[in-house]
């Protein structure tokens, strides 16, 4: 079975499914948890509050516990009634961090080589018979060649929970129709940072602590939770503008790497680009970046590890 999971900070993804990165752990069975995986008489269960940020993912046994939630999910989202399985798994890391962290992290699912577990209660054993590791961006791009084809130069955005990855793509003069990778940028600027500044500012301001779920939903144009009515709209102004100062600095930072998002067509994907569709599209109103579309697919990144491994291994 030939698997793709983007581990993100924010989210984890399938091609088909999505959820928080977040794990508890109890020593006795959550009574309502829906997910709970039991391994060495420890109960983990999905949380929607999400882990610290790990830049190096296998030191934090809790992305692993989320990788094997995940490949789970996709088990019975795919209706598979098995109890062991064969996985091939394809992973992905941000375009400057492969370098240093992929040969690790293969390592690190290699060497696990089988592992056992109960599931909601069903016994799961999992062989990793092949691990590989791809750029993300790169995939979620490779998930949308259409794109590719269609425009001399692609300026792929893929904004996460940790890093704002970007990759520029134009045509490969020795290769008629293919496009080739001329920069690689990964920013350390993840939307992560930005819940972190509107948390401190609404807490500073009115002692309540918002949730990442509330900031996603108020970004989107959603309800402002917990304000009287006649302050709302001047939090809403406040929010706007860190919404918009997070992405100017995104664009200054790129521009210090080179690369300006005024010269190519702009791809965006990632959960968090949809979040901040408006924004981008207000950003696109002041000129500070050329045409663009946003990637509706959030599964785009682990649609396209898959993709890649069949054709490393000249499958499919």
């Known amino acids: 079975m030939i698997i793709g999971v983007d581990l993100g900070n924010k989210n984890t ?16 069975k959550p009574p309502l948890a829906s997910d709970v995986i039991q391994m060495d ?23 692993l516990v989320l990788l094997l939630m995940a490949i789970c999910r996709e088990i019975k989202h795919q209706g598979l009634k098995k109890n062991t399985f064969d996985i091939e798994l394809a992973l992905g890391l941000p375009p ?14 290699k060497e696990i080589e089988e592992i056992s577990f109960e599931y909601n209660d069903k016994l799961m054993t999992f062989r990793f018979k092949e691990v590989a590791c791809f750029v993300q961006g ?16 692609v300026l792929s955005h893929d904004i996460g929970g940790g890093t704002w990855n970007i990759i520029l793509f134009g045509n490969d003069p020795r290769h008629k129709g293919e496009k080739k990778i001329l920069k690689v940028v990964t920013l350390e600027h993840g939307i992560i940072y930005l819940y972190r500044d509107i948390i401190n500012y609404i807490n500073s301001e ?20 917990g304000i009287s009515e006649e302050k709302k709209e001047d939090v809403r102004s406040v929010i706007n503008f860190m919404a918009q100062e997070y992405l ?15 010269l190519y067509y702009n791809a ?9 569709s408006n924004y981008i599209d207000e950003i696109y109103g002041m000129g500070l970046i050329n045409i663009y ?10 649609e396209g590890y898959e993709l890649l491994y069949k054709k490393m291994y000249k499958r499919g």
């Open 138 to 153: 790169h995939a979620a791009m490779m998930a949308n060649q259409k794109i590719l084809k269609k425009h001399e130069y």
């Open 96 to 109: 400057d961090h492969y370098g240093s962290q992929a040969k690790a992290l293969i390592n690190y699912y």
């Open 248 to 262: 100017q600095t995104g664009i200054k930072l790129m521009k210090e790497e080179g690369i300006d998002p005024k």
């Open 268 to 276: 965006f994907s990632g959960g968090s680009s949809i979040t901040l």
């Open 41 to 63: 008489n420890r109960y983990f269960s999905l949380s929607d509050e999400r882990i610290n940020y790990t830049r190096e993912k296998i030191e934090d046994e809790n992305f």
């Open 293 to 302: 579309e946003i990637l509706d697919d959030i599964g785009a990144n682990a």
């Open 206 to 225: 009115f002692s309540i602590k918002y949730t990442e779920d509330m900031i996603d939903n108020i970004l989107q144009g959603g309800n402002i939770p």
């Open 13 to 28: 993804k399938t091609k088909r499914d999505v959820f928080v990165s977040g794990v508890k752990l109890s020593g006795v």
